[in-house]
């Protein structure tokens, strides 16, 4: 069973930077999209960016400009540049990947970022 393992997240003030990191705990053949979403206490989850296998990448509208998504195929891997944190950026932060191969997408368990003021 794939596992994707979230790190990076903390404890930031507004306006500062933080990189989130999502590893596999194996090499995923098949990848078609790779993905960030968040979790806020009381809301739904949203997606925050993507990129898909050819490097074409979308982003939510609170997050464009600030943040910057990255993905390596071949490691299996995906990031979340974050600059200029808002207090509204505060949420769980998961990462997805979606194998075509597998028919299937995979959660990771999710890293804590919280933004004060």
């Known amino acids: 069973q794939v596992e994707l393992v979230e790190s990076g997240g903390g404890v930031v003030r507004a306006g500062e930077s933080l990189r989130l990191s999502c590893a596999a705990s194996?090499?995923?053949?098949?990848?078609?999209?790779m993905s960030w979403h968040r979790q806020a206490p009381g809301t739904e989850r949203d997606l925050v960016a993507s990129i898909t296998s050819g490097g074409i990448t979308n982003y939510g509208d609170s997050v464009k400009g600030r943040f910057t998504i990255s993905g390596d195929i071949a490691k299996s891997t995906v990031t979340l540049q974050m600059n200029s944190l808002k207090v509204e950026d505060t949420a769980v932060y998961y990462c997805?990947?979606?194998?075509?191969?597998?028919?299937?997408?995979?959660w990771g368990k999710g890293t804590l970022v919280t933004v004060s003021s």
């Open positions: 997805n990947i979606y194998s075509w191969s597998h028919g299937r997408g995979y």
């Open positions: 194996e090499v995923i053949v098949g990848i078609h999209m």
